[in-house]
Every structure is written in structure tokens, then in C-alpha cells.
């Protein structure tokens, strides 16, 4: 059973495009659902009926799962069952027919702008590490990619005489501009930093390194947004991707419409940048509620 799931996580590297995030949790969720047909002596996967489905589903909500788990282990276990129809392993998924449960978006957490500014105080100025770190949260912030997008940056996708960033995503190709605290940033980096710790490592042409000399890591630099939110006494739990969020809740706020937030953002369903819009509407009804006399 390991064997095809890892077969099936490979068709979705590099047949599907997938991101790291989504095999990371495609393989988890079906890691746990090979633990539950082992504990059911259920031998193979051609052996799993709808019953066996359902039981699981059920065994999920006994662990008192959230909605959204299980929702999301569901729709890992459609998307198997589909891959091993295609391969000839199976002639009907077992999952037809089970209705995932309904799941209602949360409004993502975001930073104030304060916030923000008090995050890039942090870094130590003029060290080698403070000028690499800078550099990184005022892109993140300034464009608000993926922090994967991030850590893939090459030098010829930074174009500091126009001022924007060239984002490679699976097919697609964004275009983000980037303001003045940001071009400052990088330049500082690339002239003063990046020379140091690139003698460290292998020769890459990955913009931003660890100070090994090899490229950033997604772990290394959640550490790294991780330790400047502890000393600056942010009391959120802060990860890179809320520089993403803040920085979609920050265009709306300021005016942007929703579909130059999409674009921005790269989303390919506009249902998806909505989330943001709730998020405000409950930015404001707080707001209301301490500032209104009669709230």
C-alpha cells in the first residue's frame, strides 16, 4: 500500500505541478488512513468498499476531528481513488456518493500594519544575517507570494531598476511590483550580504541563502519570522504566510478591489480572495463595536 502512495505522490510532483504543501498533506492524510485499514486487517486498497470509507469517517469524528480534517482527509482519499481508477487498479472509487462535510472559511489572521513595522525592526541592522532577513519580510510583505515563491527566487527574477519580481508558479507567471523599502532592502542584501554567505555553500543563483551558503529553507525561515515575533512581543501566532495574508487585508483596506488582490495573489478563483472581504467586515464590525457610543 506504501508503494502506491508513493507512486501517487509522484504523478502529483510531477504530473500535477502539485506544491510541496499539498503532497506533504496528501501523503499525511493517507498515511492515516493506512493506519486505519492495518488496525481493520484490511489488506489492500482494492479491498476498501464505501463501508470502509464510511467507518473511517465515522472513526475521525470519534477522535473528535474537526470539520475541516476530516473534510480535507476526504477529499485526499477522492483524489487517490481517482489516480488508482486511472492506473487500472480499481474500476469504481469507494468514495462516490459520501458528501464531504461543509465547511465554512475562516477569516484568516492577519498583522497590523503596526505590527508589521515593528516585525522589521527586529533584524539586526547591517548584519550579514539582519540585512538577508529584511530583505526577505519586506518582499514578502511588499508583494505578498508564497513563501515558497519566496525561498525559489532567482537573481534574474528581481528586476531592481523596474522595481518588480517575476513569480513562477506550476504554469503560470506573475508579474509583482515592489516599493522603495523594498528595492532598498534587497540592493543592501545582494551588495553586502549575499557575497558572504554564498563563499559559504555550493554555487547557486537562488537569491536567498542560509548562513551555510545553501538556499533558504520553508522551515529555516519560519524559525527565523518565528524569533523576530517573540522579541518584538507579538502575541499572535505569527507564520510567514500571515505576511501574505496581511498583506492582502492591508490592499482591500486601503482600497484595492478584489480582483487586482486576486491577481496579486495568483488565485485562479476569485471565491478564494474572498475570504479577505469577511475578514474585513469583521475588522470593522469590531472596530464599531469599541468606537460607537451606542455599539
Known amino acids: 500500500?506504501?508503494?502506491?502512495?508513493?507512486?501517487?505522490?509522484?504523478?502529483?510532483?510531477?504530473e500535477k505541478k502539485a506544491s510541496e504543501n499539498t503532497?506533504?498533506?496528501?501523503?499525511?492524510?493517507?498515511?492515516?488512513?493506512?493506519?486505519?485499514?492495518?488496525?481493520?486487517?484490511?489488506?489492500?486498497?482494492?479491498?476498501?468498499?464505501?463501508?470502509?470509507i464510511l467507518a473511517y469517517n465515522y472513526e475521525m469524528k470519534k477522535q473528535k476531528k474537526a470539520d475541516?480534517?476530516?473534510?480535507?482527509?476526504?477529499?485526499?482519499?477522492r483524489a487517490f481513488f481517482q489516480y488508482l481508477i486511472q492506473i487500472g487498479e480499481i474500476a469504481e472509487s469507494p468514495t462516490f456518493g459520501i458528501e464531504l462535510p461543509k465547511v465554512e472559511k475562516k477569516a484568516p489572521e492577519y498583522l497590523l500594519v503596526e505590527e508589521v513595522e515593528l516585525l522589521l525592526k527586529q533584524p539586526t541592522e547591517k548584519s550579514v544575517k539582519g540585512l538577508r532577513d529584511t530583505a526577505m519580510i519586506e518582499l514578502l510583505y511588499a508583494t505578498g507570494i508564497r513563501v515558497s515563491e519566496l525561498i525559489a527566487l532567482k537573481e534574474k527574477d528581481v528586476n531592481l531598476a523596474l522595481e518588480y519580481v517575476?513569480?513562477?508558479?506550476?504554469?503560470?507567471?506573475?508579474?509583482?511590483?515592489?516599493?522603495?523599502?523594498a528595492k532598498e532592502a534587497i540592493e543592501s542584501?545582494?551588495?553586502?550580504?549575499?557575497?558572504?554567505?554564498?563563499?559559504?555553500?555550493?554555487?547557486?543563483?537562488?537569491?536567498?541563502?542560509?548562513?551555510?551558503?545553501?538556499?533558504?529553507?520553508?522551515?529555516g525561515f519560519w524559525k527565523i519570522i518565528k524569533g523576530y515575533a517573540k522579541k518584538a512581543g507579538i502575541q499572535k501566532s505569527i507564520t510567514p504566510h500571515m505576511?501574505?495574508?496581511?498583506?492582502?487585508?492591508?490592499?482591500?483596506?486601503?482600497?484595492?478591489?478584489?480582483?487586482?488582490?486576486?491577481?496579486?495573489?495568483?488565485h485562479s478563483d476569485i471565491s478564494t480572495t474572498q475570504v479577505y472581504l469577511r475578514a474585513e467586515k469583521e475588522n470593522a464590525k469590531q472596530v464599531y463595536t469599541k468606537t460607537h457610543p451606542r455599539a
Open 243 to 266: 505576511l501574505r495574508h496581511s498583506f492582502a487585508m492591508h490592499l482591500l483596506e486601503n482600497g484595492a478591489s478584489l480582483q487586482f488582490v486576486q491577481e496579486m495573489l495568483g
Open 23 to 52: 503532497i506533504l498533506s496528501y501523503g499525511r492524510d493517507l498515511k492515516e488512513f493506512v493506519s486505519f485499514l492495518e488496525k481493520m486487517e484490511i489488506p489492500n486498497f482494492t479491498a476498501v468498499n464505501k463501508t470502509t
Open 68 to 77: 475541516s480534517t476530516i473534510s480535507r482527509s476526504m477529499a485526499s482519499l
Open 1 to 14: 500500500m506504501k508503494q502506491r502512495i508513493t507512486s501517487f505522490l509522484s504523478y502529483l510532483k510531477n
Open 189 to 219: 542584501y545582494l551588495k553586502t550580504s549575499r557575497p558572504i554567505l554564498a563563499e559559504k555553500g555550493k554555487k547557486s543563483d537562488i537569491i536567498f541563502l542560509n548562513c551555510f551558503g545553501n538556499p533558504m529553507t520553508r522551515q
Open 166 to 181: 517575476e513569480c513562477r508558479n506550476e504554469d503560470k507567471t506573475r508579474i509583482l511590483p515592489f516599493g522603495k523599502k
